[in-house]
């Protein structure tokens, strides 16, 4: 009995039934595979990107590998994954089918040119078979051909040009997707705007290790005997996904609607990139570990959420954090507090004490008899560390101090 | 002594980390085999999912779409044998702890004051459909009223005693399902628009029957079992001589003194291997009690009660004195428990329970010296149970005559679940029979000319 809230939202002016899409991946390789994901509650899917018949594009073995921190599986996905392995022609029968099928469900063509030419016929094609939008693939991390993928990314020009290039060729909303590997994602999004793109998607993978083989010295996947630096997904990159999505939304000369990626699994992480300002988002990593059922939770946890804060629509929240976001030159750094200790709930495991002495202001004693720590209060440096190790939820909690009260010194040995 | 600390303090639940831990051991199976192990379909496999991706409201609400009494079949599930038997984790080292798990999540929504129902106002709203009434605030009946409401039917819950629950409010110890956790748990029925009305008994010639004359368009029996099971059919009373549902009711009801005074520095038994046999011996442990003997006539491995529920009365301190049939009582010259003649057994052949039989050692009687004993033998209905609805066909043991699947009587637009259709079983599987039992009612609505 979810109370009534409207999770849709209007993208490059198509009304979609949520914000919830499948990135294009493997996780949106065929109609089959998608409109089993449709009947999971997904809203639409960027398609995974086509590419001409031109040349073969075949698939390195094995594709994936995985990065797991301690016992938490999947914190990152590494994957050498190339455009898609099937043909342009059953792609887009399986577009149009889809078009055709789902009507109210986002369909959108991922598309990949290596020419103008290209860039051109497969968004004809794509605009035929009966898509939605089209997403403008300059960010795969694993093209080797300059020109293409992420190379184009990096390169404003080729940006702006290969969209023009679309740009006249076809009226549907074209959304241009964007390398995470750059170190400012606005210029490639104002170029992307300037060839006449309606809307910016980020992050594609960020290109890294996930792993070394300790026996053989070979990056994994481990594609016999070779390995490569390629694209990397997953929770552990939404940090930077939310900051790429963030500058692109407070810049004032871009303007356009965003579209979230990077490390989308729960309503939660769905949530902070419609407050960092994407009106919709894409996931695939969080599809590869759990599968399409995720949208569920997403759907359900996002309603109970607005429902429990009395907003209506989810469109509201699109932006909602930006008003907060500054530079770190705007905090007020007259307000100083420390970290607090309810003690009563202490187990005595001693980690605070090791991590303050060590990283920390050395603000903790230890009280080996009680296996308690006790706080010099002045020598706190509030970094918190303290409360990231600390075993026992909210024991330690940031506390403010009152004005006029002074942290000590650092005491100098030389 | 203070009583309050004994009885009403609940063994502690997970807190948000260790429910969040729990949940990520889960495998998050395909089709998952504990929400097959569930008899309630209270859905482990969608609600420990839910918590691993954080969507602890929808966690809530599958729980208590599915099952109205989550959080009492949380703490009072044998969950060993349920859900956690079937999980997949097993084939790694141990089951995710699903019963943790669900109470966990119950209490959170209280605390939180999530509400699943809130503001459904169904059952006020479908008064003109015809009234239910469901006879029995038990387990099988709270259930079957919250699903009737929930599909905008009118329900009224008739219960004898003077406030719903049943068994989890008169039959269980307030350390296994306290009063303020029961209240809370019961708030959704309020929720759900189901009327009460209690310390109404539908006793009496017909009087089950006569509901259907007044205007219920269908009846649901869920009466359970309150008649205890005596080592003797007509005991003399003996002052410090209990049944089982009068110790225990007596205990709920808050009368710590009037039945304390029978227990606390003394010796006493409690006869009985089952899970309300446990409930006593630890109830007299908390009220004092010097030595609590459990007699029983078979071995540690035939008992009925669950092993965690055994190993808690023994932790505690209870004395297993196995092996042992009680065989009558000793008084003294005022009427007051003195002992308790037993004689040794050995086991035997099986018996048609699947059990090996306990056999009476001839010449080895003997008496266990005791100021205080609860019977904990179990419980069957009622002797005049069958004349309260004369159409409705019962067996020779006066238990109803339904089938699970369809909790149909021999009398249509009367349905029957719970312990009163089975005789002594679980919570959950009441719940289960309430569910059961509403999806026939509609049936059954939908069939009926208007």
Not at chain 2, 258 to 277: K, L, N, T, Y
Request: hydrophobic letters at 40%; a positive charge; proline letters at 5%.
């Amino acid at each position: 009995m979810t109370k009534k809230v409207d999770l849709s939202v209007t993208f490059c002016g198509k009304k979609l039934l949520n914000p919830f899409l499948l990135s294009s991946s493997p996780v949106s390789n065929s109609a089959q595979m998608i409109e089993r994901a449709f009947a999971a509650g997904w809203g639409g899917v960027a398609y995974k990107s086509l590419v001409s018949d031109r040349i073969s594009i075949p698939h390195p073995s094995p594709r994936m590998h995985p990065y797991h921190c301690g016992d938490r599986r999947l914190v990152g996905l590494q994957n050498v994954e190339q455009t898609s392995d099937r043909g342009l022609k059953p792609n887009l029968l399986d577009i149009a089918y889809l078009k055709k099928r789902w009507p109210r469900h986002l369909i959108m063509a991922s598309i990949m040119g290596f020419s103008n030419q290209e860039w051109a016929d497969l968004a004809k094609a794509c605009s035929d078979a009966g898509a939605d939008m089209l997403e403008l693939n300059f960010s795969c991390p694993h093209m080797t051909v300059e020109g293409s993928g992420c190379k184009v990314g990096q390169a404003h020009e080729l940006v702006e040009k290969f969209t023009a290039t679309v740009r006249s060729v076809t009226s549907l909303p074209l959304v241009a997707k964007m390398t995470p590997n750059i170190a400012d994602m606005n210029e490639p999004a104002l170029a992307a705007k300037r060839g006449g793109a309606d809307a910016i998607s980020a992050i594609n993978t960020v290109r890294g290790i996930s792993e070394i083989g300790l026996d053989d010295w070979v990056a994994r996947p481990n594609v016999f005997g070779k390995g490569a630096i390629s694209g990397y997904s997953g929770p552990a990159v939404k940090p930077v996904g939310l900051r790429f999505i963030a500058e692109m939304a407070l810049n004032p000369e871009l303007k356009l609607p965003l579209s979230g990626i990077g490390g989308v699994e729960t309503w939660i992480d769905a949530l902070e990139y419609l407050l960092v300002g994407a009106t919709t988002v894409q996931a695939t990593t969080g599809i590869i570990h759990y599968g399409y059922r995720i949208v569920e939770d997403m759907i359900e946890g996002l309603s109970d959420y607005m429902a429990g804060r009395g907003i209506g629509s989810a469109a509201e929240l699109v932006g909602k954090a930006l008003p907060h976001l500054h530079d770190t030159g705007a905090f007020d750094v007259k307000r100083q507090g420390v970290a607090g200790y309810d003690l009563d709930r202490c187990v005595g495991c001693g980690q605070c004490y090791i991590v303050c002495r060590d990283a920390g202001g050395d603000a903790l004693e230890w009280d080996a008899e009680k296996r308690r720590p006790r706080q010099t209060q002045d020598k706190c440096l509030s970094c918190m560390i303290c409360s990231f190790v600390c075993p026992v939820s909210g024991l330690i909690a940031y506390r403010e101090m009152p004005a006029g009260w002074k942290r000590r010194e650092t005491v100098t040995l030389g | 002594m203070d009583y309050s600390e004994n009885f009403g303090k609940m063994e502690k639940g997970f807190d948000l980390d260790q429910a969040a831990a729990e949940a990520g051991r889960c495998l998050l199976c395909h089709e998952p085999p504990c929400s097959k192990g569930c008899p309630a379909q209270t859905d482990p496999g969608a609600f420990v999912r839910k918590l691993r991706l954080r969507n602890l409201t929808g966690a809530v609400r599958t729980i208590k779409e599915n099952n109205i009494l989550g959080g009492a079949c949380a703490v009072l599930c044998p969950t060993a044998r349920l859900c956690e038997k079937e999980c997949s984790a097993c084939g790694i080292d141990r089951p995710i702890r699903i019963g943790k798990i669900q109470r966990f999540l119950v209490e959170h929504s209280w605390r939180t004051g999530f509400r699943v129902f809130e503001g459904n106002a169904a059952g006020k709203a479908a008064a003109g459909k015809g009234k239910i009434a469901v006879v029995g605030a038990g387990p099988a009946g709270l259930s079957c009223a919250a699903e009737l409401a929930k599909q905008g039917r009118a329900v009224t819950v008739f219960e004898a005693r003077p406030e719903p629950g049943g068994v989890l409010r008169y039959g269980v110890p307030a350390f296994r399902c306290g009063p303020d956790f029961l209240k809370k748990e019961l708030a959704d029925m309020r929720a759900l628009g189901v009327e009460f009305k209690c310390a109404t008994p539908m006793t009496g010639k017909g009087a089950a029957e006569k509901l259907l004359q007044d205007g219920y368009r269908a009846v649901f029996l869920a009466i359970g079992l309150w008649n205890p099971v005596r080592l003797k059919e007509r005991q003399k009373s003996i002052k410090g001589l209990f049944t089982s549902l009068d110790f225990l009711a007596a205990l709920r009801r808050g009368e710590f003194k009037a039945v304390g005074g029978f227990f606390e520095g003394q010796a006493c038994a409690v006869m009985g291997g089952g899970s309300v046999a446990m409930d006593c011996a630890r109830s007299a442990l908390r009220l004092g009690a010097r030595d609590v003997y459990l007699l029983y006539r078979r071995s540690w491995s035939q008992m009925p009660a669950e092993e965690d529920e055994r190993l808690a009365a023994l932790r505690e301190g209870a004395h297993f004195v196995l092996l042992n049939q009680p065989v009558g009582y000793l008084a003294d010259k005022k009427g007051g428990l003195k002992g308790i003649k037993l004689v040794r057994t050995r086991l035997g052949g099986k018996d048609s329970s699947g059990r090996r039989k306990p056999v009476e050692i001839k010449g080895t009687d003997w008496v266990i010296e005791v100021q205080a004993a609860i019977e904990a033998l179990g419980y069957k209905p009622d002797e005049d149970a069958p004349s309260w609805y004369p159409a409705v066909a019962s067996d020779k043991n006066r238990l109803i005559l339904a089938e699970e699947k369809d909790c149909r009587t021999s009398r249509p637009g009367i349905f029957a679940g719970g312990d009163i259709i089975r005789g002594p079983d679980l919570v959950v599987r009441a719940v289960r029979d309430g569910k059961t039992a509403a999806r026939s009612i509609l049936e059954y609505l939908g069939q009926e000319k208007p």
